[in-house]
Nanobody, 127 residues
């Protein structure tokens, strides 16, 4: 199995930056394929933010393109999300998710694809 734990959330003013991290552990970390960041604001559904394949291919939601950057360090089993030019509408709980290699990932920003999820880290952006 795989466990993922997020960190790095916090409160910032609009225009500020935060860097989220997600550490993966467990017996199958070498078999992790895609990893992704999702978010959920109060009263809203989960939405995909960014995803990255093991080979480094990235996918972004339109609302974060040019502002957020996803990366991963496979040697450290860690996923990152650099968030710049933050807006109040970015306020949400941010979740890290992972799926093992061998799964056919057609939509990397679709939540049902991922079967390992963290507990989330809160990001609050004030105006």
């Amino acid at each position: 199995q795989v466990q993922v734990v997020e960190s790095g959330g916090g409160s910032v003013q609009a225009g500020g930056s935060l860097r989220l991290s997600c550490a993966a552990s467990g017996g199958y970390t070498s078999s992790i394929g895609y990893m992704a960041w999702f978010r959920q604001a109060p009263g809203k559904e989960y939405e995909g933010v960014a995803a990255i394949a093991k080979d480094g291919r990235t996918h972004y939601a339109d609302f974060v393109k040019g502002r957020f950057a996803v990366s991963r360090d496979n040697a450290k089993n860690t996923l990152y999300l650099q968030m710049n030019s933050l807006k109040p509408e970015d306020t949400a709980m941010y979740y890290c998710a992972a799926v093992l290699l061998g799964h056919n990932v057609l939509q990397p920003l679709s939540p049902p694809i991922y079967n390992f999820w963290g507990q989330g880290t809160q990001v609050t952006v004030s105006s």
